[in-house]
């Protein structure tokens, strides 16, 4: 999210009128776009019969489709640097909707995965994640509040859209239902026309406008609080590089992931964990319906998860957001990975559909806290003022093992001809990962402490628990851009 607003000036919208409007918005964007790929289990087996794929083959569709929409928050906030977020999200609106239109004529499984695969999660990428940004102009006194109440539309996206996609799929078939997503995909458009821009004042300065001239009119002053930035001036030809390392420097930060070991560690545990996290919402449906749980049964378990979702995750952040837990959130975050994975175990005892519901309530409670806590650990281990850019490439390496584990987990069902394989591989991933991140921090607290205790008289600045920040900063660094665009998931 954006904090530009708040630092640049305030508007009479802001927290109020309209800005009520923008959070509605932005409820049934993260309905439209968030959860939308949650539904494509439902259509697993169609679409496996109707291409003559294997389970690998298929799996790639769904991955492919969360993969982009988790990588692509770096161009989607190069786009709302320069163009703004109505533009953006009316873009992905657009890109969203041609996409799945274009996949109900798809003739292979390939064509699926460039239409309905990248050109949708590209436009969804677009669409929530400049919306989030735009919610973070038009609330700043009530950010906190805006952002807990548009995560609900994620939660009741993701209980609306399997049953509409089995019904769909039981009157029409796959196609048509693709091409109906089509047209509800593209009122992405319309949440991005209510985006409206704010115009914001000035900074406040000692400085006072000239006699003649008011605040606000002056064009150096002026900022359009919709995340577009005014034109700058083109460095010359000896500076490209170093405009282009600043650029790569600025959304993927290879600096901090090489130097603060608290960021590597949460980097690499989350990369790993979530090669297993997204596999039950993937495969539960196919492997239901392959023990013989009816379908429109099957199709209501990720209903469930997302139903117990809506209430669970706001209570999970209130719970985090503790004084008690201040500087411990990594180790509820480990605990809430390690009980997401050997919930899994549930599926491999029994396919009964009772036992089904029971692993979905545990789920659903294990992936509430991993959904509260996964960004404010994040904010636990980097700097604020780096905290854009160490998102951005936390996200890319996070897209890359969404992108691998559906597939790989579709090859071993190939290969072992069972869907319970599946839950092991993902136990196996959840649990690995907690047990990482939770013992290595562990480790860097004892490190710290043991620094602390040899050197009880510092001059360093304060510092952000698990991080490790260097005492001098460099004479060459340039100061943090006065406004941030924190634009990825």
């Excluded at 991955?63 to 953006?88: K, N, W, Y």
């Excluded at 609900?152 to 019904?167: D, R």
């Excluded at 071993?412 to 939770?438: C, E, K, N, Q």
């Excluded at 900063?473 to 406004?483: C, I, L, N, R, S």
């Amino acid at each position: 999210m954006s904090r530009g607003g708040a630092a640049h000036g305030t508007s009479n919208t802001q927290d109020r009128g309209w800005a009520w409007m923008v959070l509605l918005a932005n409820v049934l964007l993260q309905g439209l776009t968030l959860s939308f790929p949650s539904c494509t289990g439902v259509f697993f087996t169609d679409l496996q019969r109707e291409f003559q794929a294997t389970n690998s083959e298929t799996s790639w569709f769904p991955s492919i489709m969360t993969a982009v929409l988790h990588a692509g928050g770096p161009l989607c906030s190069i786009l709302v640097e320069r163009f703004g977020c109505r533009f953006t999200v009316m873009l992905g609106g657009l890109l969203s909707g041609a996409g799945m239109v274009a996949s109900s004529f798809s003739k292979s499984i390939s064509q699926l995965y460039i239409t309905a695969g990248f050109i949708t999660g590209l436009g969804s990428c677009f669409g929530f994640q400049a919306g989030v940004t735009m919610l973070g102009y038009y609330f700043v006194r009530r950010q906190a509040l805006a952002n807990a109440l548009a995560s609900t539309g994620a939660s009741i996206g993701l209980t609306l859209w399997p049953l509409i996609s089995q019904y769909l799929l039981d009157e029409m078939g796959w196609r048509s239902s693709f091409l109906i997503f089509g047209g509800m995909l593209l009122n992405t458009c319309v949440c991005g026309a209510v985006m409206r821009p704010v115009q914001l004042g000035p900074p406040r300065s000692p400085l006072q406008p000239s006699p003649g001239q008011e605040p606000g009119n002056s064009a150096e002053d002026a900022q359009l609080s919709n995340g577009a930035t005014p034109h700058q001036v083109e460095p010359p030809q000896q500076a490209r590089f170093a405009a282009c390392k600043q650029t790569l420097q600025k959304y993927l930060a290879f600096d901090i992931f090489c130097k603060n070991k608290g960021y590597q560690i949460y980097t690499i545990g989350v990369a790993w964990m979530v090669m297993g996290f997204v596999l039950p919402l993937i495969y539960l449906v196919p492997y239901a319906i392959r023990n013989g749980v009816e379908e429109r049964k099957a199709a209501l378990l990720i209903s469930v998860i997302g139903f117990i979702n809506i209430f669970m995750r706001p209570m999970a952040g209130l719970l985090s957001g503790l004084n008690i837990f201040t500087g411990k959130r990594i180790y509820l975050f480990s605990l809430a990975v390690l009980l997401n994975g050997l919930s899994n175990l549930i599926c491999v005892i029994s396919a009964d559909f009772s036992m089904l519901i029971l692993y979905c309530l545990i789920y659903s409670i294990s992936m509430s806290g991993i959904g509260a806590l996964i960004f404010q650990v994040l904010m636990d281990v980097v700097e604020m003022d780096r905290f854009s850019s160490a998102l951005g490439l936390f996200t890319i390496l996070e897209s890359v093992t969404i992108l691998l584990g559906p597939p790989l987990a579709g090859l071993l069902v190939d290969i072992t001809g069972h869907f319970s394989y599946v839950f092991y591989a993902s136990s196996f991933f959840m649990v690995s990962a907690a047990l990482f991140m939770g013992l290595s921090f562990c480790a860097l607290d004892r490190k710290n402490k043991l620094k602390e205790a040899l050197k009880p008289t510092s001059n360093s600045p304060s510092r952000y628990q698990y991080t490790e920040v260097p005492t001098n900063p460099e004479p060459d660094k340039q100061a943090p851009p006065a406004v941030m665009y924190i634009t990825s998931i």
